[in-house]
């Protein structure tokens, strides 16, 4: 996969919001990880939410965001709390 819209849950909006970010490739957030990925977006766009967390670590899985287990959902809501 070269671009980053070909991982599941990425839409070209947050496609964008990734570049915009200085993440541009799916090895970019794989390297980085939804967390990081998500505070960097965070930096420029304050309407970020954790439905587009939960999409970063589906992509990240190579999954739909809706079949994350229970845990990973709870981990990555407690880090959005703190946000």
Not at 47 to 71: E, F, P, Q, V
């Amino acid at each position: 996969m070269n671009t980053l819209h070909e991982l599941p849950n990425i839409s070209k909006v947050i496609e964008k919001k990734l570049i915009e970010a200085g993440v541009d490739t799916p090895q970019s957030l794989m390297n980085i990880g939804s967390k990081e990925a998500l505070s960097r977006i965070r930096l420029e766009d304050d309407t970020t939410c954790i439905n587009m967390l939960y999409a970063l670590k589906g992509a990240i899985k190579g999954i739909r965001w809706h079949s994350l287990s229970n845990d990973i959902k709870q981990e990555l809501k407690e880090f959005y709390k703190t946000l």
